[in-house]
């Protein structure tokens, strides 16, 4: 248990560090040096068009999208898992409204909310349709580098 601490320990502090070096305008340590992409905040991005979704999901090298409603009940069962992945992991995620953003739902293929929509380097790496617990949630970014 004592290393799983100290793993969450070490990503907090690297998370601090990240945002204090985004505050100060300085260049992120051990990120990607191609200038592609940026480090994952720490909250969800809550998608306002999608325009925004494309810049999301182009901006950083693994993204989470959740696609969701309002009135989904295992949406919102979801939802703090999803937060808690945005802390601790270097993934991004996005929250998509379903019914504000039809169009985007129909693009990936949506057909029942909750659905995760894995983006690793701007491309669909991987699909999910339904609640899943946090720890499967975190191997499947790790999978795809977003550790």
Same mark, same amino acid.
């Given at each position: 248990m004592s290393e799983s601490s100290e793993n969450l320990d070490d990503i907090r502090e690297r998370k601090r560090q990240e945002i204090q070096q985004? @505050?100060?305008?300085e260049a992120p340590s051990g990120g990607s040096q191609d200038g592609g992409s940026q480090a994952a905040p720490d909250?969800?991005?809550?998608? *306002?068009?999608?325009?925004?979704f494309e810049e999301v999901t182009?901006?950083?090298?693994?993204?989470?999208?959740?696609?969701?409603?309002?009135w989904c009940g295992p949406c919102k069962m979801l939802e703090p898992i999803v937060e808690e992945l945005a802390r601790e992991t270097d993934a991004a995620m996005a929250k998509v409204d379903v019914d504000q953003f039809q169009g985007l739902a129909q693009q990936y293929r949506v057909q029942g909310v909750p659905t995760m929509v894995l983006f690793a380097d701007g491309e669909v790496a991987?699909?999910?349709?339904?609640? *899943?617990?946090?720890?499967? @949630?975190?191997?499947?970014?790790?999978?795809?580098g977003g550790a």
């Open positions: 985004r @505050l100060s305008g909250e969800p991005i809550h998608i *306002r068009d999608p325009g925004h182009a901006s950083y090298d693994v993204v989470l999208a959740d696609f969701y409603a309002d991987e699909r999910i349709v339904g609640v *899943r617990e946090k720890h499967n @949630l975190a191997q499947l970014i790790e999978r795809h």
